[in-house]
């Protein structure tokens, strides 16, 4: 993967600098899902994907990412608050996360492996499947990710 840049209340981090974070992630191995405040697609998936972040919280960094332009560090951290998540969440206000993964809506949903391979991009998950959580089992299991992509959807 490209590097880039986020924001995480208020620290600029680069993409190789979250992977080598030892307080976030044991192996590199990265979940980010595009997230924004004003999305209502974003309500369906926050909760869920606070609960993977608590479940490997020190193995695996699993962060919202904010690309939308106009969020604020405080006005994102005010939210988070209200809605009582308390995963990691990066801004990037240019976007150009959105565009290295090649992004159309917010709640999709990438798995980076350790060597920083993009493993899984698509759906966090639906009523039958957890296509994010897979993934992510299979990266840490050094296996085949069954299912690699799947059509956007926010």
């Known amino acids: 993967m490209p590097d880039f840049e986020v924001t995480i209340a208020g620290k600029t981090w680069k993409l190789s600098e979250l992977q080598k974070n030892a307080t976030m992630t044991g192996d590199g191995t990265l979940v980010l899902t595009f997230w924004c405040s004003f999305c209502h697609s974003c309500r369906h998936v926050e909760h869920a994907l606070e609960a993977l972040a608590k479940q490997y919280?020190?193995?695996?960094?699993?962060?919202?990412?904010?690309?939308?332009?106009?969020?604020?560090?405080?006005?994102?951290?005010e939210f988070a608050k209200q809605r009582e998540l308390t995963l990691p969440i990066a801004l990037d206000g240019s976007g150009a996360a959105a565009d290295i993964f090649g992004?159309?809506?917010?709640?999709?949903?990438?798995v980076i492996d350790k060597t920083g391979v993009l493993r899984y991009r698509g759906q966090f998950g639906d009523e039958e499947h957890a296509f994010a959580h897979d993934a992510l089992?299979?990266?840490?299991?050094g296996e085949d990710v069954p299912v690699q992509e799947t059509r956007q959807k926010g």
């Open 103 to 110: 992004t159309r809506v917010t709640t999709t949903t990438v």
């Open 57 to 77: 919280h020190g193995t695996v960094g699993v962060l919202a990412l904010d690309a939308s332009a106009g969020e604020t560090t405080e006005g994102v951290a």
């Open 137 to 141: 089992r299979a990266v840490l299991a």
